[in-house]
């Protein structure tokens, strides 16, 4: 039920958050495709060590540089401040952030299902 909540609280405001909000239908086919997916995902990835690593590579990279750089650029929006080099800086750290989650999954990827990194 937490990836549930987790997506419907991100849906939230937008169409089909209100379509799910209103419709116990909808509400219930959500549910269904999300648990579908992660079951698709269970039986796909045979091998939970690469799962946890691309979500290591991806969330990692996530986790330390775009989330923080997104708080820093909303407070100094709110601040009024969002033209400042400060608020530049951190739009270079989210595009850093979201280049290292990317190189980082490749790698990851690239190091499962390829021979490019062995010796």
């Given at each position: ?87 530049l800086v ?20 690239l190091e ?8």
């Amino acid at each position: 039920t937490s990836l549930r909540d987790s997506v419907l609280s991100t849906l939230q405001g937008t169409r089909l958050g209100n379509a799910v909000a209103s419709s116990n239908k909808v509400w219930s086919a959500l549910t269904v495709a999300l648990l579908g997916a992660v079951t698709l995902v269970a039986l796909v990835a045979t091998d939970v060590g690469f799962v946890a690593s691309v979500s290591g590579a991806s969330l990692g990279a996530v986790l330390i540089f775009v989330i923080p750089a997104l708080v820093d650029l909303t407070l100094l929006k709110e601040r009024k401040a969002g033209g400042s080099a400060r608020a530049l800086v951190a739009r270079g750290v989210v595009g850093f952030g979201c280049l290292m989650a990317v190189v980082g999954t490749v790698v990851t990827c690239l190091e499962t299902f390829t021979d490019v990194f062995s010796a």
